[in-house]
């Protein structure tokens, strides 16, 4: 219905009035949320489980900060106080989610909109918006996390590789790259902004000459595999020296 009306008022009106009709819904369902979570949770009895629609609906929505795999793996690489930057950040929804714990984040996005959104939808003391293309010249370093996320696959191969090559330089020594990217698969040859990443060994092979310890892994969310890149000169999470963790095995465990 709303594609059989945007022909008859244009684009711009019906997308308009589409996002105006999915924010309200947004509200009423933080709304309605709330009810459900003060009614199950403040009088007795209390529930044996806890809704996982009350985290996505309320929780989410009233602490500001969108929360998923994606966020909490990136927030491992963010050491508390540390010096962020985040390359094409969009909207800011996701860059918000992740930095609480850093003194300074830098975000950086082309689009002058898109960077006005974040700044009036997703502000944060230490978040600064910046429009910038990642192709130009960084801002100056050091950074102990560079977060790039979902846009390596717009860039080239030639200019993916400029990027990185500043992204080296603006990296405190120990400091991270995170970020992920799209796998091709079946059907990804329409996408006018393919891939060009056909495995986990392509994008080890882009990342290799800049840094000694590279992680690349695949994981299939529902919507397509998506690749997730660590990168580094130090120790990356999940080393076995990675200080965050405690690892422990114990060789005659369940043997008997």
């Known amino acids: 219905m709303i594609l059989r009306g945007a022909q008859l008022i ?33 009088i007795a009895p209390i529930p044996q489980r806890y809704d996982p629609y009350l985290f996505l609906y309320h929780d989410q929505a009233a602490s500001g900060r969108y929360q998923s795999g994606r966020s909490l793996l990136a927030s491992l690489c963010i050491p508390s106080g540390g010096r962020v930057l985040d390359l094409c950040c969009g909207d800011g929804l996701f860059t918000r989610a992740i930095t609480r714990s850093a003194h ?14 974040a700044r009036q939808h997703h502000p944060s003391a230490n978040i600064e918006y910046l429009v910038q293309d990642a192709r130009a010249p960084l801002p100056a370093g050091p950074f102990d996390t560079v977060v790039w996320v979902s846009s390596l696959a717009y860039f080239t191969a030639a200019e ?31 996408n006018p902004h393919r891939p060009f990443f056909r495995s986990k060994e392509d994008l080890a092979a882009l990342l290799s000459p800049y840094w000694r310890n590279v992680k690349v892994f695949s994981i299939d969310s529902g919507t397509g595999p998506f690749l997730y890149f660590l990168a580094g000169d130090g120790v990356l ?20």
């Open 237 to 256: 999470p999940f080393d076995p020296d990675w200080p965050a963790q405690i690892a422990s095995r114990n060789p005659v465990a369940n043997l008997t």
């Open 160 to 190: 993916a590789a400029c990027i990185l090559e500043c992204v080296k330089a603006s990296l405190a020594p120990g400091g991270i790259l995170f970020g992920c990217t799209s796998l091709v698969h079946d059907g990804s040859e329409s």
């Open 104 to 117: 300074e984040v830098i975000a950086l996005d082309y689009d002058a909109e898109t960077i006005e959104y």
């Open 10 to 42: 244009g684009k711009q009106r019906a997308e308009r009035l589409a996002m105006a009709g999915a924010a309200l819904s947004r509200r009423l369902a933080a709304f309605a949320h709330r009810q459900q979570r003060n009614v199950q949770w403040q």
